[in-house]
């Protein structure tokens, strides 16, 4: 164990925002756990320094802000979560136009200098549509990683106000936190802040929150990239449309897509399955569904002290998941009526 004094050494430095410091009261920590034989501690901490999530070029990435995370006035709980990642592309099945205009978005903001010598700016701020489990936010994770940004992501639950005006002062206390680094702001389940003003059923706070937001998509300048993401595009605001460089739609996997995704889901355990003919049997469910029978499979083989995943265990699994979307078709018609 590290000695107390190093640890009150460290949590000043971390508390002081002193980088320099904090980096060297590490260092000695993981030398000490080394003289002392402990190389698994030592090696963990080492790859919690300068993994990719936490490091850029190999350089601990500091965190100095957590204490000045925005607020909501009313209960003093934060409005957004800082979150690291190491997802990667080769972590999700895209298609080759989404493919394509992710790379066209990380090449610009890689290059951005380059484009503001030509008087030009990055596409910067994002909309992700689609139905549930395609990818979304996956996809916001691994442009996190590609770009080595922290993601800064919005928490609905303390940015709507039941006070009058408060939620417009939430938005914009985390456009003006934005500002201040570089992130990657994001706005997950968007159409919560985002329906459209001419719906009747609204009401004035709503329409005066998506005027606030207009607002504040225009007037900002910063290295940070902005997404917003939703799984009801039609009830967003015309004008919010606009405001965004670049919309990627999600879809549903092709048959294809789905015989790639289970490639990918039993690369680490062995089965004996025909994919290409399974892939048939799920058009229709999303990406999320296909994981969800994947993993189930697979646990079900372990805990049967199977070696493999066979195709009667598998379809066992997916009979289960259409009985459960089936279910849950049933209980959202309900909930409509």
Same mark, same amino acid.
């Given at each position: ?7 009150i050494?460290?949590?000043? +430095? ?22 002392? +034989? ?25 965190? +100095? ?47 951005r ?92 706070e ?25 799984n ?22 092709t ?22 003919e ?30 493999y ?29």
């Amino acid at each position: 164990m590290p000695s107390g004094e190093m640890l009150i050494k460290l949590f000043e +430095n971390f508390k002081n925002q002193d980088e320099e410091g904090f980096s060297k009261i590490a260092f000695e920590i993981i030398e000490e756990e080394q003289k002392k +034989n402990h190389f698994l501690l030592a090696d963990k901490l080492k790859r919690a320094m300068f993994s990719s999530a936490n490091s850029i070029n190999g350089t601990p990435r500091f965190i +100095n802000t957590l204490g000045n995370l925005p607020k909501d006035k009313d209960n003093n709980t934060n409005l957004v979560d800082i979150k690291y990642t190491e997802k990667e592309e080769a972590d999700i099945v895209l298609n080759a136009d989404i493919r394509e205009k992710l790379n066209n978005i990380v090449l610009e903001n890689q290059k951005r200098e380059l484009l503001r010598s030509y008087g030009m700016k990055p596409k910067k701020k994002l909309l992700f549509c689609g139905p549930p489990g395609c990818g979304k936010t996956l996809t916001v994770e691994i442009l996190s990683n590609m770009l080595n940004l922290p993601i800064l992501y919005t928490r609905f639950d303390s940015v709507v106000s039941s006070y009058l005006g408060e939620t417009a002062t939430n938005l914009s206390k985390i456009f003006n936190f934005a500002e201040t680094g570089s992130w990657i702001l994001f706005f997950d389940e968007f159409d919560a802040i985002g329906k459209s003003r001419d719906n009747h059923e609204e009401h004035g706070e709503l329409k005066r929150v998506v005027n606030t937001f207009l607002q504040l998509m225009d007037n900002f300048e910063s290295e940070s990239i902005i997404i917003a993401a939703t799984n009801y595009e039609k009830l967003i605001d015309n004008a919010l449309w606009r405001r965004f460089d670049e919309v990627i739609y999600f879809d549903k996997p092709t048959e294809d897509e789905i015989e790639k995704m289970l490639k990918l889901k039993f690369r680490t355990y062995k089965h004996k399955l025909k994919l290409k003919e399974l892939g048939k049997e799920m058009i229709g469910f999303s990406f999320s569904d296909i994981e969800r029978i994947c993993q189930d499979s697979i646990k079900k083989a372990i805990l049967s002290d199977n070696k493999y995943v066979d195709l009667d265990l598998f379809k066992e699994v997916l009979k289960k998941e259409k009985e459960r979307q089936k279910m849950i078709l049933s209980f959202t018609e309900q909930t409509r009526r």
